[in-house]
């Protein structure tokens, strides 16, 4: 980003913030006039167009004739924006533990299913006997494995959610023959998994 800038300015950029957000630096055109309002031309090119930001400028020295011959520009990416509003949607749509989709996503999609859409709709309970036999940790790796064996056996064909505390659901947008094919290979997974403290999982199914 410096080094583009200065390539495009007779200054030198004097300071950037972590992750982009804010990128500062001081633009010194130069004394021939021709040369100064084609290097700020350029440089507003670059801002506007190349970063896709929004900025200012300001004036830190100017001339006799009251041309600024010193200024810092001040630059808000948006493109870093509108990649945190995207972190933080993802974040309020995702279970944190196993990374599927939460209640909350699980609720919004709900509503948004409409009888002509042909789904099946598949409910997994996972036993709740682990943390009391092995603690949290031993239940919380099982709930993962489980995720884990759901989003691989069902996220081509929809979306697996984690509904409550050992509750999980999902939404599979294929016909009744293809979803006996599905669940083969996810009773297979389930089957062979096995964890560092959890020597299986038990998992009860119903589809509808």
Request: negative net charge; glycine residues 8%; charged residues 25%.
């Amino acid at each position: 980003m410096a080094k583009s800038a200065s390539m495009l300015c007779d200054g030198t950029a004097v300071a950037a913030c972590e992750g982009g957000l804010i990128i500062s630096f001081e633009y010194q055109p130069s004394v021939n006039a021709v040369n100064y309002y084609k290097n700020y031309k350029h440089l507003s090119v670059f801002l506007s167009e190349v970063l896709g930001s929004e900025y200012r400028f300001i004036a830190i020295q100017q001339d006799e004739e009251q041309r600024p011959v010193s200024v810092i520009f001040a630059v808000r990416s948006i493109e870093y924006e509108k990649r945190k509003e995207e972190q933080l949607l993802r974040s309020s749509t995702t279970d944190e533990l196993t990374r599927c989709y939460n209640r909350r996503a699980y609720e919004q999609d709900i509503k948004e299913l409409t009888a002509d859409k042909k789904f099946l709709y598949l409910t997994a309970d996972v036993n709740g006997l682990v943390n009391d036999r092995l603690g949290h940790a031993a239940g919380d790796e099982l709930l993962c494995g489980v995720a884990g064996c759901m989003k691989q056996s069902f996220d081509d064909y929809g979306k697996v959610y984690r509904i409550g505390g050992d509750e999980f659901v999902t939404i599979l947008f294929t016909d009744e023959e293809q979803f006996g094919i599905i669940k083969q290979n996810f009773d297979l997974l389930v089957d062979n998994w096995s964890g560092d403290t959890v020597p299986h999982m038990s998992v009860s199914c119903g589809a509808v």
